[in-house]
């Protein structure tokens, strides 16, 4: 039998947003028994919640989310646990002993899935460091993703790692809900809204290929 996971942090109102943004507002501004038809309104960032990060967000002449091919958002992927490291930065020897490989999407397991039910944003959270960041580079893989709001370390300097990924066309996920999925191989569908913009929120699922 095969199992869908779905990876999508609902978004509402309140929900815990990178640091400085706007928290999403989730509004009914018409309703059936008042107007004859439900209507909503959403007022939301582009790196809400689970979400796409498009090369537009740190590369000058970056293309939108909505040029980021569907295949390298669908397609095989892994699950890796790292819920075991110490520090908060993962290291391109903890991944090496995962044997990745070219066109790879690979998932991130950090235990960062912890700080999204959190009201404040922060202090510390586990991130890619450049070094594993070079590494995946190297590798050539299609996709990476993680389960905080952000892959890098905040306020790194000009962000060298979200530009060391998207400048060589990887895929960045972030704000991904891992918390039941266990260390595997999947098929992944990630779906960002198909819009010019910097990023945008997605639906992303796993689907287990165990029959």
Same mark, same amino acid.
């Given at each position: ?60 002449? #970056?293309?939108? +989310?909505? /040029?980021?091919? &569907?295949? @390298?958002? =669908?397609?095989?992927?892994?699950? !890796? *646990? %790292? ?74 300097? #000009?962000?060298? +790692?979200? /530009?060391?990924? &998207?400048? @060589?066309? =990887?895929?960045?996920?972030?704000? !991904? *809900? %891992? ?33």
């Amino acid at each position: 039998m095969i199992k869908v996971f779905d990876l999508t942090l609902p978004i509402r109102n309140n929900m815990l947003v990178w640091q400085g943004d706007s928290p999403p507002s989730l509004s009914q501004i018409a309703t059936v028994k008042k107007h004859g038809v439900a209507l909503s309104q959403f007022n939301f960032g582009s790196h809400t919640g689970t979400h796409v990060d498009a090369p537009k967000h740190f590369l000058t002449k #970056g293309k939108g +989310v909505n /040029k980021i091919s &569907l295949e @390298k958002l =669908i397609g095989n992927c892994r699950v !890796l *646990d %790292l819920t075991h490291l110490k520090g908060n930065e993962i290291l391109a020897s903890d991944l090496k002993p995962f044997g990745i490989k070219e066109g790879d999407r690979i998932l991130f397991k950090t235990g960062n899935f912890r700080l999204l039910k959190k009201k404040s944003f922060p202090k510390t959270y586990v991130s890619l460091s450049l070094e594993a960041s070079r590494f995946l580079v190297q590798k050539k893989i299609n996709l990476v993703g993680t389960d905080f709001l952000g892959i890098e370390k905040k306020s790194s300097p #000009g962000h060298p +790692v979200h /530009k060391a990924l &998207l400048s @060589k066309g =990887i895929v960045i996920v972030e704000g !991904l *809900d %891992l918390e039941k999925i266990p260390q595997g191989k999947y098929k992944i569908i990630c779906l960002p809204l198909r819009v010019d913009s910097d990023g945008s929120p997605a639906r992303v699922v796993l689907i287990s290929q165990k029959v």
